[in-house]
């Protein structure tokens, strides 16, 4: 099984590649198995930890954006019963823990800048499918949670990714490239 961790801020884009790159290996190759599986499917439980209290509004909200939200069990399980030739794995965690960062063979990092970030996430949550849709709740958490963890933990991950991919990109024209690079890995003869 070959692993690739795609990660990078909330709303950069992580799913839209990993859904780009898995159309597009599946193009090039109909008998290959390949398996997206997004973290945010193995949170922990959300009346636990971890927690903040909103400055502005003094409730009580869970955490996505630590590194303690997501249950890492959960996700090595995931992999370890993909049945799968390539597995996309894809989160905003996945580079900065170790116990995911070392299961990858090949490591992306999507960046895009934060004023481009946070519009796509407003968006995004006010069309519903999230926890809230108000604007203003969506924005205080942005700035309260999604903000700070970024500059504590996914954007420092950076430097674990063999490569950086703008969110912003024609991700089709991306995705073919990256899978010319993955299939090849894949494909290699295994040493030893």
């Not at 949550?125 to 504590?152: C, F, N, W």
């Not at 991306?174 to 690079?181: E, G, M, P, R």
């Amino acid at each position: 099984m070959y692993i690739v961790g795609i990660t990078g801020g909330s709303a950069s884009g992580k799913s839209a590649f990993a859904g780009a790159l898995e159309k597009v290996l599946a193009a090039r190759d109909p008998a290959l198995r390949v398996r997206t599986i997004p973290t945010d499917q193995h949170w922990k439980d959300r009346s636990g930890s971890p927690r903040f209290v909103s400055p502005s509004s003094g409730e009580a909200h869970f955490n996505f954006n630590h590194p303690d939200a997501l249950n890492e069990d959960s996700v090595l399980a995931a992999l370890k019963a993909a049945p799968a030739d390539i597995v996309l794995l894809e989160g905003l965690m996945v580079l900065h823990l170790p116990a995911l960062r070392n299961r990858l063979d090949l490591r992306l990092f999507i960046e895009l800048d934060a004023d481009e970030r946070a519009l796509r996430r407003l968006l995004r949550d006010m069309q519903g499918g999230r926890d809230m849709t108000d604007p203003q709740k969506i924005a205080a958490y942005y700035r309260e949670s999604a903000r700070v963890g970024h500059a504590l933990y996914i954007e420092p991950s950076r430097v674990h990714a063999d490569l950086i991919l703008r969110g912003d990109s024609n991700f089709a024209r991306t995705a073919d490239l990256v899978s010319t690079v993955i299939l090849d890995r894949y494909r290699a003869p295994k040493s030893g």
